[in-house]
C-alpha cells in the first residue's frame, strides 16, 4: 500500500515539473517601450488625396474671346485756372450736370475790382483822347500826342477785357453733358492754378476698347459683329467694330481697336467688364 502512494506521489511530481518547465520555455512578448522623454513622435503618414477634377473650360479660355472694357465717349479732368477760394461746388458724386452748368465758383471779389479799376482807366483814356483830337483841330498839338492817347486807349480797353477774362475763370462750367465721377476738392478749399477740381464723364452712348491679336487683322474690318458679355449684369449684348488703330503693338502682338454696343443699355455703367466673343477662324 505505501509502495503505491509513493509511485502515485512520483508521477505526479515528474507531470509537475515538466509543466513548469514548459510554462517556462513559453516566450513572452516583449513589452511595448514608451517613448524618451522630449522625443518627437514618429510621422503619421498622411492618406492620399483623390485627384481634383480639372475645372470646366470658361468662355475666356476661347481663343476667339478676349478681355473688354467700357469707356465712356467724353470724359475730363476739370482744373482750377486761378489762385483763390472755392466758395461754390457740386460734389454729389453720379449727379448729372449739363453742358455749361456752373459746377464750381471760386470767390471773385479781387478780380472784380479789378474790372472796375480797368474801365475807369479806360474811360479817362476815352477822355484823354477826345482832347488830343480836338486840339490837333485847332493845331494845339502835333501828330504824335494824338497818336499817343490813342495807344493809351487801347490799352486801356485791352486791360478791361483782360479783367473780364479773370473774372470769367471764377466760375468753371461743365463742357459737356455728363455725370459726375470724382471730386478732387471740398468746399472752403484754396487751390492752385492747375489743381484738379472735378472728374466728368459724358452722359450717353459707352465705347467697348479690346485688344485683339494682330493675327485677326486679315479677319477684321469696321462694321465686324461680335457678342460682348458684361461680367456685371452677366448678360450678352450685340455690338460691332469702329475704329481699329494704324499701329500694331510689336511687344505684345496685339491691336487695339474701339467697338459700339447695338443700342444704350441702361444698366450699363463706364468701366464695366467683361469678355468679347468674335467668330473668327484660328
Known sequence: ??????????????????????????PV???AKAPAPGAAAAPVPAPALAPVPAPPPTPADDPSTIRVLLSPELETTLV????GRVVGLRSQIGARVEKGQVVVRFECNEAAARVDMARAEFAAARETLTAKENLRKLEAVGDMEVALAAAG???????????????????????FAGRLVKAHVKLHQGVNVGTPLLELVSDGPLKIRLNAPSRWLTQLREGTPFE???NETGRTYPAKVTAINARVDAVAQTIELEARLNGAPPELRPGMSGVARFRIQP
Not at 509543466?19 to 517556462?24: E, F, I, R, T
Open 1 to 26: 500500500m505505501k509502495a503505491t502512494i509513493f509511485r502515485t506521489s512520483g508521477w505526479l511530481a515528474i507531470c509537475l515539473a515538466l509543466n513548469g518547465a514548459a510554462v517556462a520555455q513559453t
Open 29 to 31: 512578448p516583449p513589452a
Open 80 to 83: 482750377s485756372q486761378m489762385v
Open 153 to 175: 486807349s487801347d490799352r486801356a480797353k485791352a486791360a478791361v477785357e483782360l479783367a473780364k477774362a479773370q473774372v470769367s475763370q471764377c466760375t468753371v462750367a461743365s463742357p
Open 228 to 230: 460682348v458679355t458684361i
